[in-house]
């Protein structure tokens, strides 16, 4: 079963953009897609994309479009999500996931605080 | 997109009590493409359920799920001290995935 470890805690200013990475070991990098979601402090879960195995085209929920890019390199089994034109709003715990034809293995979260 | 409503926001029972939680799809799931997860305090979601009624690995059989189309259950027939948690109901049939809202599992 796959393994993720996030990168750790950021501290943005609004306006800038952050980028969250992913490394995955235990599980053939090609085999799954890697999913991003995020929860804002004491609220539910909410899917922002997807890159599917082979690292194909990324697939994004319409609300974020525009604002999130997601990556991968294979060579060293690494995902990122790039997010743009931060706010307060965009404050939350970023999730990468192992993505199993939309059945989802977590990995420990990164917070990424947005504050002037 | 698919929105999915859990019922209820909040159940308070007792260790050793049933828990029964629903999720209600505002379209039918293709293929029972159905999760359950369990979030504790301070820690990443964990996959219980897939398919609608299959067990993850490791997942006790106390908890079981079932349902199609549009409605969905997930049970616990005995519940433990460390069964109290946040639960979501997690679609995949079709793009976005969407989440329900979560129902809390507190001790009465």
């Known amino acids: 079963q796959v393994q993720l470890v996030q990168s750790g805690a950021e501290v943005k200013k609004p306006g800038s953009s952050v980028k969250v990475s992913c490394k995955a070991s235990?599980?053939?990098?090609?085999?799954?897609?890697i999913s991003w979601v995020r929860q804002a402090p004491g609220q539910g879960l909410e899917w922002m994309g997807r890159i599917p195995p082979m690292l194909r085209i990324s697939d994004y929920a319409q609300k974020f479009q525009g604002r999130v890019t997601i990556t991968a390199d294979k060579s060293t089994s690494t995902a990122y999500m790039e997010l743009s034109s931060l706010s307060s709003e965009d404050t939350a715990v970023y999730y990468c996931?192992?993505?199993?034809?939309?059945?989802?293995?977590w990995g420990h979260g990164t917070m990424v605080t947005v504050s002037s | 997109e698919i929105v999915l409503t859990q019922s209820p926001d909040t159940l308070s029972l007792s260790p050793g009590e049933r828990a029964t939680l629903s999720c209600r799809a505002s379209q039918s799931v293709g293929s029972s493409y159905l999760a359950w997860y369990q979030q504790k305090p301070g820690q990443a979601p964990r996959l219980l359920i897939y398919g609608a009624s299959s067990r993850a690995t490791g997942i006790p059989d106390s908890f079981s799920g079932s349902g199609s189309g549009t409605d969905f259950t997930l049970t616990i027939s005995r519940l433990e001290p460390e069964d109290f948690a946040v639960y979501y109901c997690q679609q995949y049939g079709s793009s976005p995935y969407t989440f329900g809202q979560g129902t809390k599992l507190e001790i009465k």
């Open positions: 996931a192992g993505d199993r034809r939309g059945i989802l293995t």
């Open positions: 235990g599980d053939t990098f090609n085999s799954y897609a």
